[in-house]
């Protein structure tokens, strides 16, 4: 094949090495507008994985690289004057010259040239003269610009500001640094990228940016190549503490906001993107450069194995983009922590430390647990000692129990652990009243060993039941009926039980307010077996009312009509007992731009005496189709300022083995668990069955 390859970095070289090295008879030729020993940026990252990927498709590329990288393990955390270390991290680093060269030298090995100082312009002339032209032009492609119609590229900005600077400081592991500006947090990303010097990012909100002095500091215009000495100056007087009295350095080094890079399709004829031509991700989550070099690798083997160039090149696609789009999805994640750190500045350091090491949702507590036991068991101590107990599961071997088996207060009500099971809707009642297989259904499910078990849909009337089977508190048969499924709860396992009371017939808004209000009413007291109207009613632990599917209204326009709902129900329920409200933002704004509107219906719950916020389904999906099952849930127990002012329980998917993640993190107070196994590590805390299966049940 002839093939042309537009763009000099580590990707255009790496794939031209590769290819020749799969297949001499190719003529490769590189075009790099800028000069050999040109270039920008500072460190490049690659993990322990990423090396052993180099090594084995080119092992001399590897050995052209070895003497100029330096490994870490350990990742800190320092904030508040505290500094958490977490290891088994495997990362190394080197310069992005360094690298370069390494891959220049092998180029020249290959007898590939790199024609330096040459921009390809043309590449209408270069396809139609070449088998394949490989675009490695980075993010601001002339490629990808030059046929948009067809790559259909969308580029969304982050809304922090970042710097990439040098340093000679000597650094000997991945180091963040929160700091306190006038305009709020500050981030420092810090790594060693040789013996004797690091890189240095300081990211910050644009309100922080104005604040520190940096809109009035830097010059209107800079020249190319030119670094914004003004700010690199305010910098190391913001940063001395950590500089220790070293120096600060730039490299066409000036202020940013990150481009996240997509497209619809990475080929158009003989014509390919890759790396940051066609993706990136945010440089907190490791380096674009990694992903360029295995995008390299990919489209060489292809082009080696496929019999056509048409096929190799749908064959590289269908390879790359699922491995891109789980590292955007996790960059995404991670930028978005960062660009609202803020949020986070009131949790305790340890808790902190923890939620910023997981933030992309990549990295679990089994995955801290696995790199670093010690690490991992002195959080969760923590975690133990702030819920006031050893949870249900007591002590494994000294440590303390995992956080979603720790013990948890709602309003008054104690609860054994974190993990609350709401398993389905529901099972067909007979005119509403709960029998056997109600019966069956929840008790079974506080048998499993969660600590709350909340009920399927429950009507405050006739009309408004779930489907003509639904369960119903109308009237005495249904809370006699219910009053058996709670004593069996309460009499075999130490779990709580509540009730989500709703209308789920046409919308209830459209009722006369006072009959519903009073509907309300008359179910909670029924609920509770208290007061009038209710002698030995059902004696439910908690009430929750369901806003979640609209029937009472949704959003914040509609909030009055839920609103005095709730109230109806604080009249006549016992002041002792949690009183929750279920809601459902991805029903309710399903493009995802609803988060602050979220915010505030959660916040007049609250003023109204809500004690728990249940955020079901909770899946924050935007215009990409990305999502976070805990993404709600996470921004209304986070509020800036210093948290929520009432427990907050997540639901949308959320497999058991992230639960710890979530409460530990501080995500969550509680966690909905999506399809249970028999053998989750929440089950049966007080003792094993003989014959535990790992069968799912719902």
Known sequence: MRIAVIGGGPGGLYFSALARRLDPGHEITVWERNAPDETFGFGVVLSDQALNGIERADPAVLSEMRPMLTRWDDIDVHYRGTTFTAGGNGFAAMSRAGLLLALQRRCAQLGIPVRHGSEATDVDALAADHDVVVAADGANSLVRERYAETFRPTVRTGTCRYIWLGTDLELDSFAFHVLDTPGGAAQVHAYPDSRHAGTLILELSESAWHAAGFATATAPRLAPGESDERSIGIIAELCKDILNGQKLYGNNSRWLRFPTVRCDTWSRGNVVLIGDAAHTAHFSVGSGTKLAMEDALALARNLCEQPRTEAALAAYEAERRPAVGSLQRAARASREWFENVDRYTHQEPQQFAVNLLTRSRRVSCTGLRRRDPEFTARAERWFADAAGGEGAGGQVRGEASPPMLQPFTLGRLEVVNRVVASPGPGVPARDGVPGDLELVHLGGAALGGAGLVLTGPVAVSATGRAGPGGAGLYSGEQAVGWRRVVDFVHTHSPAKIGVRLGHYGPDGSAEALGELRRAFAAAARRAAGAGPGAPGGAGFDLLELDCAHGSLGTSHRRLRHPLDVFDAIRAVWPDERPLGVRICP??????????????????????????????????????????????YADRIRNQAGGGSACAVIASGSIPASDVDTIVLAGRADLCVVDRPTMNSPWRFPHGTPDRATSQEWS
Do not use: M, Q
């Not at 609250?606 to 805990?630: I, L, M, N, S």
């Open 586 to 631: 991805a029903r309710w704004f399903p493009d995802g731009d609803g988060v602050e509107a979220v915010v505030r219906i959660a916040n007049e719950f609250a003023a109204r005496g809500a004690t728990a916020v249940h955020v079901c389904a909770g899946t924050r999906a935007d215009r990409d189709g990305y999502a976070d099952p805990d993404a």
